[in-house]
């Protein structure tokens, strides 16, 4: 919960400045910490992208994983 409110916070703040604050949940990734029963590391990484290169104008203050908002 802590990493929650600090994604919200440092979005309302820094939001003016032009920042986007958001946090990525990849899911399970088949990686050597997550194993192999995961989905590829490229799928995974590809929210992680998304949240990177978004424009100007996009979301923030947000909780993701493929894209799409997910509940605190």
Do not use: H, K, Q
């Not at 899911?27 to 995961?38: I, K, L, S, Y």
């Not at 590809?46 to 947000?62: C, E, F, K, N, R």
């Amino acid at each position: 919960m802590g990493l929650n409110a600090l994604t919200r916070m440092l979005a309302a703040e820094l939001r003016a400045d032009g920042v986007l604050v958001n946090a990525v949940c990849p899911g399970w990734v088949a990686t050597d910490m997550g194993g192999a029963g995961g989905r590829p590391v490229a799928d995974g990484a590809a929210g992680i992208v998304w949240a990177a290169t978004l424009p100007d104008d996009g979301p923030t203050g947000g909780f993701y994983r493929d894209r799409r908002p997910l509940p605190w």
